[in-house]
Antibody, heavy 112, light 107 residues
Framework: EVHLVESGGGLVQPGGSLRLSCAAS????????MNWVRQAPGKGLEWVAN????????NYVDSVKGRFTISRDNAKNSLYLQMNSLRAEDTAVYYC?????WGQGTLVTVSS | EIVLTQSPATLSLSPGERATLSCRAS??????LAWYQQKPGQAPRLLIS???SRATGIPARFSGSGSGTDFTLTISSLEPEDFAVYYC?????????FGQGTRLEIK
């Protein structure tokens, strides 16, 4: 059974940093592009970033370019999102997702 | 950026009825369109990929159609558990984008 488990969310002040992790199991992680998708409270879904299977290609939504970095460690079946210069508008549940499965999400709250 | 417009915003139907949800893209996405279902407090679940391919474990009452700019998700006969929010997503161009969602509610 496929499992994606996010961790690392929490409360952070504006301008601060946070690193999200996603532990994958139950499928061949290294064969899949992976995504981070977020959902602000009461709002719709917003795709944030994608990384190719070998990490050689990364794509971002404009609003996070230069602030967020997606990465992966295929040996550890893990996906990461380094978030810097956080803003109030980054407050959301962050989901780790392949093209087929999603984790349950981790909440990031940016507030003073 | 490709904008996806879903209609209607809210659809009120009764169990047993047929639901038809629409997703229109601002430019062609070929068949690179997915549909997701999200229930309150849960992560989205993939229903349909590549416009018409049902994901593993998805009941046959869910079907997708369309190509280019106009897509439809049809639920042939609504079950109580189908009342949720539905999103379309294009996987054709970066950035990937989602529609704003259609809320399917019990009439």
């Amino acid at each position: 059974e496929v499992h994606l488990v996010e961790s690392g969310g929490g409360l952070v002040q504006p301008g601060g940093s946070l690193r999200l992790s996603c532990a994958a199991s139950g499928f061949t992680f290294s064969s899949h592009r992976m995504n981070w998708v977020r959902q602000a409270p009461g709002k719709g879904l917003e795709w944030v970033a994608n990384i190719k299977q070998d990490g050689s290609e990364k794509n971002y939504v404009d609003s996070v370019k230069g602030r967020f970095t997606i990465s992966r460690d295929n040996a550890k079946n893990s996906l990461y999102l380094q978030m810097n210069s956080l803003r109030a508008e980054d407050t959301a549940v962050y989901y780790c997702a392949s093209n087929y499965e999603w984790g349950q999400g981790t909440l990031v709250t940016v507030s003073s | 950026e490709i904008v996806l417009t879903q209609s209607p915003a809210t659809l009120s139907l009764s169990p047993g009825e047929r639901a038809t949800l629409s997703c229109r893209a601002s430019q062609s996405v070929s068949s690179y369109l997915a549909w997701y279902q999200q229930k309150p407090g849960q992560a989205p679940r993939l229903l349909i990929s590549d416009a018409s391919s049902r994901a593993t474990g998805i009941p046959a009452r869910f079907s997708g159609s369309g190509s280019g700019t106009d897509f439809t998700l049809t639920i042939s006969s609504l079950e109580p558990e189908d009342f949720a929010v539905y999103y379309c997503q294009q996987r054709s161009n970066w950035p990937l984008t989602f529609g704003q969602g259609t809320r399917l509610e019990i009439k």
